[in-house]
T-cell receptor, first 113, second 113 residues
Framework: KQEVTQIPAALSVPEGENLVLNCSFT??????LQWFRQDPGKGLTSLLL?????REQTSGRLNASLDKSSGRSTLYIAASQPGDSATYLC????????????FGSGTKLNVKP | DAGVIQSPRHEVTEMGQEVTLRCKPI?????LFWYRQTMMRGLELLIY????????DSGMPEDRFSAKMPNASFSTLKIQPSEPRDSAVYFC???????????FGPGTRLTVT
């Protein structure tokens, strides 16, 4: 069974810093990987979707990379802002059943003004 | 589009009572997913439907849990009888046919006392 791990579990940084969130998965046979943001008491908002054939995706200050062979993805946030404070989750979809998502436990980010 | 709609947003009930959670997916989406989120276990997929048909309910924890999708615009997740360990946030998500992005609703926070 696919296991998804996110490190660190929590991160606190001053405003303006560039930061990297890590996601690792045990089975490289994935269909795609998706990064989500979750605000307290709210649902999940999709940030970036990377297909298995892609190496990275960018949206504004966010850049997600995928190294399928090593089972890793990173989410890079440039020039962090207090509004970026949230929990970030990654989820992988296995190649043999793309209806299933396996989620990591998330990284709780706090950006201090 | 209003996105995925869930009701109620909060539910507090006593052990033994029946609980029904409701979901309206995004119009035109063919797949619907029910998830449960707890601190201990993170996000878990309970069941998903394609074209209103349940495809995989292996994540449903017990026979006390049941889900239906009578038409393309409505689904329910029922717990009968409810127990304190069912307390969690329950999310519904929908997706267009294929392996695109999943869109999550705001969730229902269930507390069973």
């Amino acid at each position: 069974k696919q296991e998804v791990t996110q490190i660190p579990a929590a991160l606190s940084v001053p405003e303006g810093e560039n930061l990297v969130l890590n996601c690792s998965f045990t089975d490289s046979a994935i269909y795609n990987l998706q990064w989500f943001r979750q605000d307290p008491g709210k649902g999940l908002t999709s940030l970036l979707l990377i297909q298995s054939s892609q190496r990275e995706q960018t949206s504004g200050r966010l850049n997600a990379s995928l190294d399928k062979s090593s089972g890793r993805s990173t989410l890079y946030i440039a020039a962090s802002q207090p509004g970026d404070s949230a929990t970030y989750l990654c989820a992988v979809r296995p190649r043999d059943n793309f209806n299933k998502f396996y989620f990591g436990s998330g990284t709780k980010l706090n950006v201090k003004p | 589009d209003a996105g995925v709609i869930q009701s109620p947003r909060h539910e507090v009930t006593e052990m033994g009572q029946e609980v029904t959670l409701r979901c309206k997916p995004i119009s035109g989406h063919n797949s619907l997913f029910w998830y449960r989120q707890t601190m201990m276990r993170g996000l878990e997929l309970l069941i998903y439907f394609n074209n209103n048909v349940p495809i995989d309910d292996s994540g449903m924890p017990e026979d006390r849990f049941s889900a239906k999708m009578p038409n393309a615009s409505f689904s329910t997740l029922k717990i009968q009888p409810s127990e304190p360990r069912d307390s969690a946030v329950y999310f519904c998500a929908s997706r267009e046919q294929g392996a695109g992005e999943q869109y999550f609703g705001p969730g229902t926070r269930l507390t069973v006392t």
